[in-house]
């Protein structure tokens, strides 16, 4: 199956730690997108990827989270200085056309405590 | 974004149709219908979407108000593995999903 994966599944981290996570979308899917889903909530957009460019963020995005998707493969999110109010599941997913079906991964749950 | 209002829950016998409906009254002339599912501790999953007809794929039907300020998912035959929370979201070319808090459908044996 070469569907989207990410890594860590789980991440318990101590408040004000830096956290990375990544994600590795179907091959040749050239749109990548990241989202945050908390308890009870559906997924919020958070930004998305052609290729290497990153092309909307969304306001959700402060300052200390930061993505990147080097050679347009994989992707990795970072955030800095993790606060309480981060704990959520990280989904990421992928899609080959504009506007297209996205293909989510499993999601990274994180846990600040 | 269209603005999109579903039941927060709806219960189904086990092997008996479901439908699952869904308002968008401010739905653009250019959204598709796009419907996702989540699965217990996993990411979204494509169901089926249209823009005016109904439309069929092996997971399920989409019925379309012909006005399309409204549309409804159909399971034809529920069973245990189709229990998830069902997003209804009016979609086109700006490229984000963006997922309501659904209907969480629970299956009864």
């Known amino acids: 199956d070469t569907g989207v994966s990410q890594n860590p599944r789980h991440k318990i981290t101590k408040r004000g730690q830096n956290v990375t996570f990544r994600c590795d979308p179907i091959?040749?899917?050239?749109?990548l997108y990241w989202y945050r889903q908390t308890l009870g909530q559906g997924p919020e957009f958070l930004t998305y990827?052609?290729?290497?460019?990153?092309?909307?963020k969304s306001r959700l995005l402060s300052d200390r989270f930061s993505a990147e998707r080097p050679k347009g493969s994989f992707s990795t999110l970072e955030i800095q200085r993790t606060e309480q109010g981060d704990s959520a599941m990280y989904l990421c997913?992928?899609?080959?056309?504009?506007?297209?079906?996205?293909?989510f991964g499993p999601g990274t749950r994180l846990l600040v405590l | 974004d269209a603005k999109t209002t579903q039941p927060n829950s709806m219960e189904s016998n086990e092997e008996e149709p479901v439908h699952l409906p869904c308002n968008h009254s401010?739905?653009?002339?250019?959204?598709?219908i796009h419907w996702y599912r989540q699965l217990p501790s996993q990411g979204p999953e494509y169901v089926i979407h249209?823009?005016?007809s109904n439309v069929n794929n092996r997971m399920a039907s989409l019925a379309i108000a012909e006005d399309r300020k409204s549309s409804t998912l159909i399971l034809h035959r529920a069973t245990l593995r189709d229990a998830a929370v069902y997003y209804c979201?009016?979609?086109?070319?700006?490229?984000?999903?963006?997922f309501g808090t659904g209907t969480r459908l629970t299956i009864i044996p």
């Open positions: 979201i009016p979609y086109f070319g700006n490229e984000k999903l963006t």
């Open positions: 997913a992928s899609s080959l056309l504009a506007a297209g079906t996205q293909y």
């Open positions: 990827f052609q290729n290497e460019a990153q092309l909307e």
């Open positions: 249209g823009l005016t």
């Open positions: 091959s040749e899917h050239n749109r």
């Open positions: 401010t739905i653009s002339g250019t959204d598709y």
